[in-house]
């Protein structure tokens, strides 16, 4: 499931990561990707232990942990430090798919499994051309460019590849989720079922059935939860 999450970040939430990232030493994006990846990966980043960065990941990591939408559809158990990106001229990231295990920068020894990827837009689509996140899953090809402080998340199965940014520069946060629900499939119904079950508990309220379906929601999960 591909999910567009908007206003995750407020403009100025957004105008001041931009404004420490302008200031920020970035490197080599190659630094953090295996042989594959750093076969098609052109672009830079903030190294993953950047002070800087750690620093603007906790806010985008405190808007995530306010957002029922992020929650509800990507039900983590453990989000990564987000990292930060950016292409220009010409730079770009060819088809790859992201490495299935990581290690968490701030504990040595501790992976996560990455089951949710998301990347997080910091600049406006005006201010590039090119760009587009392209994601390839079993529903087809989708394009992805959004406004500043909206994200998208999506499948860590899913190939995926950033097409070459051609004038501009394109800003972006990106991280990965340990869900509860390690199957895709699995937590699309339950994200289905939820966002349901909200929307008819706002028209008619805390009904015998809506209850009964709110019931039905969380004996899944407790079914299928690996906490
Ligand atoms: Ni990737």
Known sequence: MMLHIPEVLSADQVRHIRTELDRADWVDGRATVGDQGAKVKRNRQL???????????EIILDALRKNPLFFAAALPKKTMPPLFNSYEGGEHYGLHVDGSVRNLPDAPGV??????????FLSAPEEYEGGELVVVDTYGTHEVKLPAGDLILYPSTSLHRVEPVT?????????WSQSMIRDDWKRSMLFELDQNISSLRARIGDTEEVLGLTGHYHNLLRQWAEI
């Open 167 to 175: 004038a501009g520069a394109r800003v972006c946060s990106f991280f």
């Open 47 to 57: 190294p993953e232990h950047s002070p800087v960065g750690l620093k603007l990941g």
């Open 111 to 120: 992976s996560i499994r990455t089951d949710v990827s998301t990347t997080l």
